[in-house]
């Protein structure tokens, strides 16, 4: 069984910065995709940022220019390098990987920005 764990979530003020790590219980080459959605209070879950087995990135529009996400074939984890941090960024952040066509799910990390 596939296994995603997230940490690095935590309280930043407004203008501050996070890294969220997400490490897996097996190699992430296997995975043909990587990436983190994230969910507000009353608000559906939604993609903040993709990376391919390839190491194509994407990114949704309103994190661009301030998230990075990228990927150590080394240690089997993913991050997610957040800059310039507002407090629409809050929410619980999910790790998630697809292998072919099974999606595998982490059990999220806070993520709490004040204004």
């Known amino acids: 069984q596939v296994q995603l764990v997230e940490s690095g979530g935590g309280l930043v003020q407004a203008g501050g910065s996070l890294r969220l790590s997400c490490s897996a219980s097996?190699?992430?080459?296997?995975?043909?995709?990587m990436d983190w959605y994230r969910q507000a209070p009353g608000k559906q879950r939604e993609l903040v940022a993709a990376i391919t087995s390839g190491g194509s990135t994407n990114y949704a529009d309103s994190v661009k220019g301030r998230f990075t996400i990228s990927r150590d074939n080394v240690k089997n984890t993913v991050y997610l390098q957040m800059n310039s941090l507002k407090p629409e960024d809050t929410g619980v952040y999910y790790c998630h990987a697809m292998i072919g066509i099974y999606p595998y799910w982490g059990q999220g990390t806070q993520v709490t920005v004040s204004s």
């Open positions: 097996e190699s992430i080459f296997n995975f043909n995709i």
